[in-house]
């Protein structure tokens, strides 16, 4: 559930830092430029499921295929040029990211490049969005996203090696690597415009996995029962206006910085991925079935992996921002367990057992002050005798005189 929060944060912070990098004078801005977008994704995923799917897929294509050009072109030109062309970079700027060869450093650049292969949990989360058969088709589009995720990064990775491009603070690296290859022109922009879509789209996979996620972890009573229940147009409307108000508020607390968001972005994901692997594997030992040893050792390898890499990004990253996280999984355990106990609770005081029932509510007797009897007294008394459980109604007449 944090990584759900934290990848919408991300996501729409690197998308606005695409859009800052081509735009300088909106830099400024980036905070509110960040707010207003989660809002417009919101909106559109309250709208229902299929209705945000059909609306955010022509822009997810037209992303990929401009990322997709740059990297195929960018890579072309790499290889069969006569002479590299890398970036000028200045003394000042590379002697800041220049550090002793170290084991430390190898496992810190480990645990960046871990944050990669996050968001594929959730195709898992979200299977019963698919269409029929879910199963088979939530495989497929996850084949599909590492074969397009490990091409990009992979092709983006040599293309910033290859021209020694170094990260900066107003601009990201595709745009250097976009401004290298083709220019300030119009490919430039159209780059820059789809590298944004991409990264805000992504997080709209965070709005159909976190609302998902938090009803199933209502029916089995770890949260309040209302995130269960859908709304007009058949989407967890609940769980989705509580991921855009709290991405919102980590936006503005780390004030829309894309790198100060990423540790707790990967932390919180491998921690995820680690519990669900050994889960697995005891699920095995357990069942057993068809297969069962193999299996059981493709999710032992799993859980062996994740659970290395999140020891190292707790390790690496935990003054970054780990510590965040590792807290607000203890907090956020405490509060699934105090909602678990409270429905247990009120289970037990509603439950209707063979030898005890409920008492029977008891006669009330109703007094009526008058101080004559006219219309409204009469439905007065009516409304009176016809409540339920109720004894015959007295009349206690009296006057200002008497009752001195």
């Given amino acids: 559930m944090i990584s759900y929060v934290v990848t919408v944060a991300v996501s729409i912070a690197a998308g606005i830092a695409a859009l800052t990098s081509a735009v300088p004078s909106l830099f400024a801005h980036r905070e509110a430029l960040g707010l207003v977008t989660i809002l417009f994704i919101v909106i559109m995923n309250l709208r229902g499921v299929r209705e945000s799917g059909k609306f955010f897929s022509i822009p997810t294509y037209f992303a990929i295929g401009v990322l997709g050009f740059l990297v195929v072109v960018g890579v072309v030109r790499s290889l069969y040029d006569s002479q590299s062309v890398p970036l000028a970079i200045n003394s000042a700027d590379s002697s800041v990211g220049l550090e002793s060869l170290t084991l430390f450093l190898i496992l810190r650049a480990f645990a960046v490049g871990c944050s990669a292969v996050t968001g ?36 983006v990775s040599w293309l910033a090696y290859h021209y020694g491009i170094l990260p900066k603070a107003d601009e990201t690296v595709v745009s250097q690597l976009a401004r290298v290859t083709f220019g300030t022109g119009a490919v430039y922009y159209a780059i820059q415009i789809g590298t944004m879509i991409l990264l805000i789209l992504a997080a709209n996979s965070a709005f159909a996995g976190f609302p998902h996620l938090a009803s199933i972890l209502a029916r ?168 339920g459980g109720t004894s015959k109604p007295c009349w206690l007449m009296s006057t200002r005189k008497k009752l001195r």
């Avoid at 991925?273 to 699920?283: A, P």
Wanted: aromatic fraction near 10%.
């Fill in 220 to 387: 089995d009573g770890f949260m309040p029962h209302q995130m269960a229940t859908f709304g007009d147009r058949l989407v967890f409307s609940n769980g989705i206006i509580i991921l855009g108000l709290f991405a919102c508020v980590l936006l503005v607390l780390f004030e829309g910085d894309t790198h100060a968001l990423i540790p707790l972005y990967a932390i919180g994901v491998f921690v995820s991925f680690t519990i669900s692997q050994s889960g697995m594997v005891r699920s095995w030992l357990k069942r057993k079935g068809d297969h069962w040893r193999v299996k059981l050792v493709v999710n032992g390898m799993g859980a062996i992996t994740t659970g290395i890499a999140t020891a190292i990004i707790a390790t690496t990253k935990f003054w970054d921002g780990s510590w965040i996280v590792l807290l607000l999984v203890t907090l956020l355990i405490m509060m699934f367990r105090g909602i678990r106990s409270h429905y247990k609770a009120v289970k037990e005081q509603i439950a209707l057992t063979r030898d005890s029932r409920p008492p029977r509510p008891r006669h009330n007797l109703v007094l009526i002050p008058i101080s004559g009897v006219n219309r409204s007294v009469v439905r007065a008394v009516d409304y009176a005798r016809s409540r």
């Fill in 120 to 155: 594929m949990e959730v195709i898992s989360n979200g299977v019963k969005a698919f269409r029929a058969p879910e199963s088979k088709n939530a495989a497929t589009t996850m084949i599909w996203m590492s074969v397009i995720l490990g091409s990009l990064f992979i092709g």
